[in-house]
């Protein structure tokens, strides 16, 4: 088989698949759908090559075990480790990350595009706002409906009115058929989310000439000079994860979208970029939630998944609500096995579950070809904390008749007083409970070759012909959810590599 438009898998490729094309995308998350779509608009023949699998709604299992085992990248094993241990999730298969991601969309921060303008010399034609156009566009961003919200988010809101606080609002997000099911981090099983295989992916294949190879992995690299000549890498059996064969593209121009972790592994692995920045500079947004008991049903695990939030972005953080299928509740309790577990676990329709994200401001942390490491900074812990303390607010303000906090220790908490005591300023870092969704980062863009991977166009310095356009791009940290910036930086890389093609 050869270049052919339309999605193909595993099954349809023999022993050897050999493609050419114009330009070759390696990846197939939210970086790397966004550019194909661009490309395919300005007419260049696209080859797009995933390790994961193509999924259908119909296919996902709304089971935890199922979507560790099938869509979650490393079978749901990635950790970080350092002066405490962080799991870190990301998504695997056409649509990538986006395929488990709760939809929530914001569109880039404008004070941190000044800042990046300012800093690293990011968009001085200011393109990006007109991709933030058509990335919301494109997702069909907009609040869901009350009838499907759910009663995890309204009481929030209503512990936020109680309060008097302001900066709360219901979520945009990306799922203009959400019916409400609360599984969005197990793959949408109704095909209500707009992830990006549903949008830009959908859209490239409408407008021009794409051809989507799952089952690939990208591995190795033939170069002459300072052009990249082609790709190869294994064909990927979906059900072991092993390689079955081989393939390889020869192209003009290669992109590379495999994401945080990905695009700098193969960087790494085939030697391609000399830069001291590269695997360096990782963003996490750690988040961590509160449980609360509240004096009605709540099932939070019904209505959208995470449909309400606050904005503390200036003060470091975003309060969000969230949910987790019942059975996972149990693995996420942060409580010893025993008497009290139980109570609470008899409790657990009634739970309300919400949480914070942090800006990450003073954290450490870097991927090397087989690890993650991180050294938590003291001022996101102390973020952290002081988020915390208002979602146990809010909580409080809504009627909430105990929490779980999660602090190690920390039991039970009843009224603010119990919790500031438990969210004192000196809590270490490995007795909080967090994780990560939102690794950004590690081959930042930047205009001095001295001090990023990247040009600010996304291409690897001292190569002609190769791009990254995914999260790792980023030179710092949003503060907010990422889609929707992952997705303008793919149609800006993108866009430049069509104008560099034609000439
Ligand atoms: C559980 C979860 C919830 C989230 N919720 C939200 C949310 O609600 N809103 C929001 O804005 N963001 C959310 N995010 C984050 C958002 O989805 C990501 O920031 C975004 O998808 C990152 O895009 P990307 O292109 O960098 O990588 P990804 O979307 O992760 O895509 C990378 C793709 O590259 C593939 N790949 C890697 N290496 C190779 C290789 N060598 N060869 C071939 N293919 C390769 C991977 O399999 C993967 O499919 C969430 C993420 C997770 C995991």
Sequence with gaps: MTWRHGKHSSA????????????????????????????????????LFEEGKHWNPGDFKASNAFAFRHVYAERGNRVAVGNGWMPINGGRGVGGSTLINSAISFRTPDALLEGWRERYDFDPELNFSAYLDEVMATLRVGVDPMQVQGRNNTIFAEGMEKLGWSGGAFMPRSAPGCVGCGVCQLGCPSGGKWSADRSFLAKALLAGEVGVYADCRASGVTSEGSRI???????????????TGTWSVKAKHVILSGGSFGSPRFL??????????????????????????????????????????????????????????PDANFIAMPLEFGEELNRVMADLPMLALAGVLVHDEDTEARVTEDGVFFEFGDGDRKTLLRGLTAVAEVFFAAGAEYLVLPVAGAGLVRDMDQVRAELHEEV?????????????????????????????????????NLNVADASTFPEALGVNPQVTVMAMGLHVGHTVADGLSG
């Design 12 to 47: 349809d490729y023999g022993e050897h698949l050999d493609v050419e094309c114009d330009v070759a995308i390696l990846g197939a998350g939210a970086g790397g759908c966004a550019a194909a779509s661009a490309l395919a608009q300005r007419g260049f023949r696209v080859a």
């Design 229 to 243: 000549t082609a790709i190869h890498g294994e064909i990927m059996d979906p059900q072991s994860q092993e390689p």
């Design 268 to 325: 790494m692995k085939n030697g391609l970029s000399e830069s001291e920045h590269l695997g360096h500079h990782l963003r996490l947004h750690p988040a961590t939630g509160v449980f609360a008991k509240m004096p009605e049903v709540i099932e939070h695990w019904r209505g959208v998944s995470q449909g309400y939030w606050v904005d503390r972005w200036e003060e470091g953080f975003l309060m969000e609500t969230a949910t987790l299928t």
């Design 428 to 464: 270490p870092f490995h007795r909080i409970m967090t994780t990560s969704s939102h690794p950004m980062g590690t081959c930042r863009i930047g205009a001095d070759p001295a001090s990023s991977v990247l040009d600010v166009h996304g291409r690897v310095w001292g190569w002609d």
